[in-house]
């Protein structure tokens, strides 16, 4: 088997046609000729997650988050993405990310969060096209109060804290965007939504009016969910082929 036919099935669920502008899915690192004999699934293409992949003979490394983002003026194994790269190229193992990729395809990350809450009738929050678009929308199946609200999105997303503005009389209606989601309060609102769960919310964001709330999860907890996904996906299709999920999906993010 080989790299293409992998990508092929993953860019089969999230086309790389419909990343963001910013962004930088796809084959970061390697040949899409290049044989494959073992595929890892992580969140980040970290050095650690590298190291992991050399050890269980994986020679594709799959993540969400890109390991190459913005231009890279050097490479230095003094920073931990150069680390990376270098340690990738050494033992010969490509690097492939699909980031807003699975951001927007349906099913992707904020699904993944609608059915960890259990969401019904859910739907694309920001349609740019048919089963395409970031964040969905979704109903629950019981209205709750804005306090029991909170501890149901703490409690089913495993968060050690939620960031969260006034709390609001009744939530039937949640929209969700997984990662850094502050761009789509504003649609979250206008969708009937009476709360909207994301991640990496600044803080003048918490001045919301009546009837309507922000929670902040964090980044990692809002998408940590597309691993298994990923996992699922190509074990579906690749099921007598050695695909395995990281054993160390580790948030940067220390709380105290």
Same mark, same amino acid.
């Given at each position: 088997?080989?790299?293409?036919?992998?990508?092929?099935?993953?860019?089969?669920?999230?086309?790389?046609?419909?990343? =963001?502008?910013?962004?930088?899915?796809?084959?970061?690192?390697?040949?899409?000729?290049?044989?494959?004999?073992?595929?890892?699934?992580?969140?980040?293409?970290?050095?650690?997650?590298?190291?992991?992949?050399?050890?269980?003979?994986?020679?594709?490394?799959?993540?969400?988050?890109?390991?190459?983002?913005?231009?890279?003026?050097?490479?230095?194994?003094?920073?931990?993405?150069?680390?990376?790269?270098?340690?990738?190229?050494?033992?010969?193992?490509?690097?492939?990310?699909?980031?807003?990729?699975?951001?927007?395809?349906?099913?992707?990350?904020?699904?993944?969060?609608?059915?960890?809450?259990?969401?019904?009738?859910?739907?694309?929050?920001?349609? =740019?096209?048919?089963?395409?678009?970031?964040?969905?929308?979704?109903?629950?199946?019981?209205?709750?109060?804005?306090?029991?609200?909170?501890?149901?999105?703490?409690?089913?997303?495993?968060?050690?804290?939620?960031?969260?503005?006034?709390?609001?009389?009744?939530?039937?209606?949640?929209?969700?965007?997984?990662?850094?989601?502050?761009?789509?309060?504003?649609?979250?609102?206008?969708?009937?939504?009476?709360?909207?769960?994301?991640?990496?919310?600044?803080?003048?964001?918490?001045?919301?009016?009546?009837?309507?709330?922000?929670?902040?999860?964090?980044?990692? =907890?809002? =998408?940590?969910?597309?691993?298994?996904?990923?996992?699922?996906?190509?074990?579906?299709?690749?099921?007598?082929?050695?695909?395995?999920?990281?054993?160390?999906?580790?948030?940067?993010?220390?709380?105290?």
């Amino acid at each position: 088997m080989t790299v293409g036919e992998v990508t092929s099935v993953l860019e089969s669920f999230a086309p790389l046609g419909i990343q =963001e502008k910013w962004d930088n899915s796809g084959l970061l690192i390697g040949s899409p000729d290049s044989p494959v004999h073992g595929i890892l699934v992580g969140l980040d293409c970290t050095p650690e997650l590298i190291d992991e992949a050399t050890a269980c003979g994986a020679d594709l490394v799959v993540t969400h988050h890109p390991l190459i983002f913005g231009g890279l003026s050097h490479i230095s194994p003094d920073d931990p993405v150069g680390l990376a790269v270098l340690k990738a190229i050494k033992a010969g193992i490509s690097v492939y990310a699909a980031h807003t990729t699975a951001d927007k395809a349906a099913g992707g990350v904020s699904w993944e969060m609608a059915r960890r809450l259990g969401l019904q009738d859910v739907e694309i929050l920001d349609p =740019e096209a048919p089963g395409v678009g970031l964040g969905v929308v979704g109903n629950l199946p019981e209205p709750v109060s804005g306090e029991e609200a909170v501890m149901l999105v703490k409690e089913r997303f495993g968060a050690s804290v939620v960031r969260a503005s006034k709390p609001v009389g009744r939530v039937s209606r949640i929209a969700l965007c997984g990662g850094s989601g502050s761009s789509l309060i504003e649609k979250a609102r206008l969708s009937g939504a009476q709360a909207y769960v994301s991640g990496d919310i600044s803080y003048h964001h918490f001045f919301q009016g009546e009837g309507f709330m922000v929670m902040d999860i964090g980044h990692f =907890e809002s =998408e940590v969910d597309i691993v298994d996904n990923l996992f699922s996906l190509l074990r579906k299709n690749f099921p007598t082929f050695a695909v395995r999920r990281s054993d160390a999906l580790k948030n940067p993010v220390y709380y105290y």
